[in-house]
């Protein structure tokens, strides 16, 4: 492993650990893959993510904010609006980010038929 680097399987308190549980959960990959296109207003995101609910988009966007990913705007129109968008930290995901989707679109066959053979087993187990 490169200098500076570390295991990625560490402490469950560790720092690191804790900010990638953050920034690689479901929603906030959708999210951030939502938001790097042009900056959103809090219901265009929640139309683009069909399945998430008001809750779960909140709790996700106030973490991406907190840990300086995305930066969050009060627009002043009637009603008022809330815009956000990514900041030049949360920028430097974008690649990373774009390589787990290329990689999740070019293996998914592998990935298909790894499940059905493993479901198979399952069902002549039981």
Excluded at 28 to 44: E, G, K, M, W
Aim: hydrophobic fraction near 40%; aromatic fraction near 4%; proline fraction near 7%.
């Amino acid at each position: 492993m490169p200098p500076g680097e570390t295991d990625l399987v560490s402490p469950a308190n560790c720092p690191c650990r804790l900010l990638l549980d953050q920034i690689s959960d479901k929603w906030s990959v959708l999210i951030l893959a939502a938001l790097c296109a042009q900056p959103l207003r809090f219901n265009q995101v929640r139309r683009q993510l069909e399945g998430i609910t008001q809750k779960a988009l909140t709790r996700s966007l106030r973490k991406l904010e907190r840990n300086g990913i995305l930066s969050r705007r009060v627009i002043a129109s009637s009603p008022v609006a809330v815009e956000y968008a990514i900041t030049p930290l949360g920028r430097t995901l974008e690649e990373p980010i774009s390589a787990l989707y290329r990689w999740t679109h070019t293996h998914l066959p592998e990935v298909e038929q790894a499940r059905a053979a493993y479901d198979q087993r399952m069902t002549e187990e039981e």
